[in-house]
């Protein structure tokens, strides 16, 4: 599929709209704990983040004893319960299952998780738990400091708004990997300005 097009012109608006300096800043991974990316990769997806997933992230920042337990959690779903604090069972379920999944693979900090997602590979792996789809370990990444755009409806919207309506992940995701290139752009950068911007309008 040729995308030159929406390339040229969603790039040219970006230009207009963003701050060049702000997208070529480099990405910096928000948090130095394990447990505290795997709760908020795991509660973003669907949920409004400011209302919903931060006001659980203070609240698990301050109990240091279990963000310092990773490697000895309890793998129930009552444990699941508490750390995410919700009682949403697909999103407990997901939970359980990356974190069994990371034991198996011995990975107890944000270092091994880093190193063991850059290979794609493991990427697949994480792909087959049940709702931790696309956007998800895009969202993990972004967490962990590598360069990737999670693409969400704030995306998928600043995209209709160009002029292109695309519901299609992989679709938005070269769209916008392409501008960086062309641009020299950070893709981390680029979808922080995309989201806090769409933040404030409505479509």
């Known amino acids: ?44 997806q669907g949920m409004n983040y400011s209302t919903f997933v931060l006001p ?20 129930d779903e009552e444990t699941m319960e508490y750390i995410l604090q919700v009682k949403n069972k697909r ?26 997602l850059s290979i794609k590979n493991n990427q697949i792996i994480l792909l087959n738990i049940n709702g931790f789809g696309p956007k998800t370990l895009d969202y993990m990444l972004n967490l962990l400091g590598h360069e990737t755009i999670p693409i969400d409806r704030h995306v998928f919207n600043f995209l209709y708004a160009c002029g292109y309506k695309t519901n299609k992940y992989e679709h938005a995701t ?13 893709k981390a950068a680029l979808d922080r300005e995309v989201w806090q911007y769409m933040k404030t309008i409505t479509i």
Request: charged fraction near 25%.
């Open 1 to 44: 599929m040729d995308i030159s097009k929406e390339v040229e012109i969603v790039g040219k608006i970006t230009g207009q709209l963003f701050d060049n300096q702000k997208l070529r800043l480099s990405n910096k991974a928000p948090y130095n704990n394990l447990l505290l990316v795997l709760v908020d990769a795991v509660l973003q």
């Open 56 to 75: 659980r992230i203070h609240k698990l920042k301050m109990n240091s004893f279990l963000m310092n337990q990773f490697k000895y959690i309890q793998l």
């Open 91 to 116: 999103k407990i379920s997901t939970l359980k299952a990356v974190v069994l999944l990371l034991h198996k693979e011995r990975i107890y900090d944000i270092k091994a998780l880093s190193h063991w």
């Open 174 to 186: 070269k769209i916008f990997e392409n501008i960086s290139k062309k641009h020299r752009y950070k």
